[in-house]
């Protein structure tokens, strides 16, 4: 059974940092793809960032680049968030995501939410 939980979130203020964690299990973690993605209120879920299976290739939103790192420890199951220099348009919760099998079934976790506020 296919498990992402993700976990980090909070409250934060404008300029501060987070680090979300999302432990991965139910699949060979180290050969996929993992993505971070997030929802703000009345706005569509949006890609944040990627990670390829070895961690070494990454790609980010245009609105987080520069600010947001994604990594993986693929020994831990575990893909991270680095979140620096938090804006309010950072508010939102974060879901970790995964295709697998042929058919690039989706799989998401419950989401972490992370508050900005002053």
């Known amino acids: 059974q296919v498990k992402l939980e993700e976990s980090g979130g909070g409250l934060v203020q404008p300029g501060g940092s987070l680090t979300l964690s999302c432990q991965a299990s139910g699949f060979t973690f180290r050969d996929n793809t993992m993505y971070w993605y997030r929802q703000a209120p009345g706005k569509p879920r949006e890609l944040v960032a990627t990670i390829l299976s070895a961690g070494i290739s990454t790609s980010y939103a245009d609105s987080v680049e520069g600010r947001f790192t994604i990594s993986r420890d693929n020994d831990k199951n575990t893909v991270f968030l680095r979140m620096n220099n938090i804006v309010p348009d950072d508010a939102a919760v974060y879901y970790c995501?995964?295709?697998?099998?042929?058919?690039?079934?989706?799989?998401w976790g419950q989401g972490t939410q992370v508050v900005v506020s002053s």
């Open positions: 995501n995964v295709l697998l099998g042929f058919h690039r079934k989706d799989y």
